[in-house]
């Protein structure tokens, strides 16, 4: 099923709701850099990748690697949301007995294909599929989500080494570029700057795009499917904790769960609850 533009802004939105209501209820969870990604999450799930959740471990499928892996929420909500597993497992978040832990865990979650947190080794495994795709002369494309504070590990450019040595075309990363990290900008902590100029140096393929533009999203995905000999790496300029007014560009709400009263409000926000 494809799905328009307004569409997809209908599940974006619900996606956010989704991330605020289980965070609160976990009273744990990194909100901001959940809702800057949830419309390329979005659009990921619902409009570009081969994914089903039926079977969720097709060796046909296209695959996602979420490299910054304490962004999990939005994750688990696009999965629900698709139908990998009942939303209520979305209220589950951290519980001691929950499949829904603080970072993704493919032993446990349908649809999850690489467990991540440590920063840098996202982007890795990522590499490693898009290679073994390669060699097995499959179809199937690789996606990756990175944080611009996770620019900051030497092992995201070792893998981007690799990933332009093997021309792995088949590989697509997003890098979250909401400038600001939990220590605060990211200028101000240890600079990435100039991180379009870095990857065209590492050989890739590079688009700067609004983040939260659906149609600029999917064009520069388009583009990214037609870039042949190097991989691409998507520069999405986004607004850490979108959609919630009083989360946005604040890196306090980098791992701050929201209270009752503050979930409501960006409820509210947002247009109520699912």
């Known amino acids: 099923m494809s799905y328009n533009t ?34 390329i ?15 969720p471990k097709d060796e046909n499928r296209d695959r996602f690697v979420l490299s910054k892996g304490h962004a999990a929420p939005v994750l688990y909500s696009v999965l629900a949301e698709k139908g990998y597993f009942p939303k209520e497992e979305l209220m589950k978040l951290r519980k001691i007995d929950s499949i829904l832990q603080g970072h993704p865990n493919m032993n446990y979650v349908p649809g999850v294909d690489m467990s991540t947190g440590s920063l840098g080794q996202g982007i890795s495994t990522a590499v490693g599929m898009a290679l073994a795709g390669k060699l097995d002369n499959k179809e199937y494309r690789v996606y990756t989500v990175l944080g611009d504070g996770e620019l900051e590990e030497g092992q995201v450019w070792e893998a981007a080494m690799c990933a332009a040595q093997y021309k792995l075309d088949n590989l697509t990363a997003f890098v979250d570029y909401n400038k600001l990290q939990i220590d605060g ?21 590079v688009i700067a795009i609004d983040g939260h533009d659906f149609d600029a999203i ?4 388009e583009e990214a499917k037609n870039t042949k000999g190097k991989p691409t790496v998507i520069v999405a300029n986004t607004i850490k904790g979108k959609g ?31």
């Open 6 to 39: 307004n569409e997809l802004k209908a599940i974006s939105t619900n996606v956010r709701k989704d991330i605020v209501t289980m965070i609160t209820e976990s009273k744990s969870g990194h909100p901001g850099g959940s809702l800057s990604i949830a419309d």
């Open 41 to 55: 999450m979005t659009t990921l799930y619902f409009a570009e990748m081969n994914v089903d959740p039926k079977n």
């Open 185 to 205: 900008n990211l200028w101000d902590v240890v600079s990435p700057e100039p991180i379009a100029d870095k990857f065209v140096a590492f050989n890739w393929h």
């Open 218 to 221: 999917k064009n520069a995905l």
């Open 244 to 274: 919630v007014s009083f989360m946005e560009n604040q890196c306090a709400w980098h791992g701050t769960a929201p209270s009752a009263q503050q979930c409501s409000d960006a409820l509210a926000e947002l247009g109520g609850e699912n």
